[in-house]
């Protein structure tokens, strides 16, 4: 069975510009989630979707968003790139259904995001 | 939100030792993980373990869900366990609101 599958693994981009980073779920998971982590703040939830529909939000401003298709693949745009937007990228995907709690998460390999 | 407080947050040990990690939380919670970063980024799961006890080889871990606590044990450690584990926890409190909140990690390093 594939696992969490995340693209693009690394990419460099400059301030101002966006970035959209694709994430596919494990066969049969339709909860998708994202996580940022950076050396100063660690590990961070950033957004969960379910069946198309963003069910939590995590502290971030307006600038990062997502969405999720049909097929359950996601992806997060951020748009107007900061310094501070330098991070590594995380998706999980879980089988949990219809409860708002998490459930086991299993994580992709990241999008490795460097902006200048 | 819940806190997670991990401990020790290095540790360095030879190859054949055996380690306890420790990950402290202060409110119930319905889901805990533990998961050990490879060196690419990967957050790869260990163990999904909100209470009780569970093994799986060289590994095991055990969660005292009433005392708040959870500890991984890893028996003769190999260098292929370096890297950075992680607790990650889920309270009852925000309804699944807040995601999973994760410890700072312990950094291991085995030296051969």
């Known amino acids: 069975k594939a696992g969490v599958t995340q693209t693009p693994r690394y990419l460099i981009k400059t301030r101002g510009q966006q970035v959209t980073l694709s994430c596919s779920p494990i066969?049969?998971?339709?909860?998708v989630s994202w996580y940022q982590q950076t050396p100063g703040q660690g590990l961070q939830f950033l957004f969960e979707y379910f069946s198309e529909t963003q069910r939590n939000k995590g502290n971030f401003p307006g600038r990062f968003s997502g969405r999720q298709f049909s097929n359950s693949r996601s992806e997060m745009n951020v748009s107007t790139l900061e310094l501070g937007d330098s991070a590594l990228y995380l998706c999980a995907s879980s089988s949990l259904g219809t409860s708002r709690y998490t459930g086991e998460l299993f994580f992709g390999e990241g999008s490795r995001l460097t902006v200048l | 939100g819940i806190q997670v407080e991990q401990s020790p947050p290095d540790l360095i040990l030879q190859e054949g030792a055996n380690s306890t990690l420790r990950c402290n939380f202060s409110d119930s919670v319905n889901n805990l993980q533990w998961f050990h970063q490879n060196p690419w980024g990967q957050l790869i799961n260990l163990f999904y373990i909100p209470s009780g006890t569970k093994q799986n080889g060289r590994l095991s871990a055990t969660t005292v869900a009433t005392e708040r606590y959870s500890l991984l044990y890893i028996s003769s450690s190999q260098t292929t366990d370096s890297g950075v584990y992680f607790c990650a926890v889920e309270g009852y409190s925000g309804g699944g609101a807040d995601g999973l909140t994760f410890g700072k990690g312990t950094h291991l390093i085995i030296q051969p």
């Open positions: 066969s049969g998971h339709r909860s």
